[in-house]
Nanobody, 118 residues
Framework: VQLQASGGGSVQAGGSLRLSCAPS????????MGWFRQAPGKERVLVAS????????DYIDSVKGRFTISRESAKSTAYLQMNSLKPEDTGVYYC????????????WGQGTQVTVSS
């Protein structure tokens, strides 16, 4: 399984972006899908995740109320709507999946760069 993230870009603080995640090959069964962020010089962190078929969703505190994760299980796709962006949201965003309740995150593909300027 490999997932490709897209939709990143450069925006000013307060702006919005919508990220998309899709499999590079065939669709697959996914227990949970997530979005990770890796800021320059920092570790990759889980920003948001969502169970099947369309919830529940979890978020890190810093994005609650601003980001919304969603998914289309039949297409093995996920989305991350990011509103009220802040400079600290800058980083490379990756999507990944857990295919069963005891599995590890997998499917790392190329991420998408998000740059928020003040």
């Amino acid at each position: 399984v490999q997932l490709q993230a897209s939709g990143g870009g450069s925006v000013q603080a307060g702006g919005s972006l919508r990220l998309s995640c899709a499999p590079s090959g065939r669709t697959f069964s996914s227990y949970r899908m997530g979005w990770f962020r890796q800021a320059p010089g920092k570790e990759r962190v889980l920003v948001a995740s969502i169970g099947r078929p369309s919830g529940p969703a979890d978020y890190i505190d810093s994005v609650k109320g601003r980001f919304t994760i969603s998914r289309e299980s039949a297409k093995s796709t996920a989305y991350l709507q990011m509103n009220s962006l802040k400079p600290e949201d800058t980083g490379v965003y990756y999507c990944a999946t857990v295919r069963d309740p005891f599995g590890a995150w997998e499917g790392w593909g190329q991420g998408t760069q998000v740059t928020v300027s003040s």
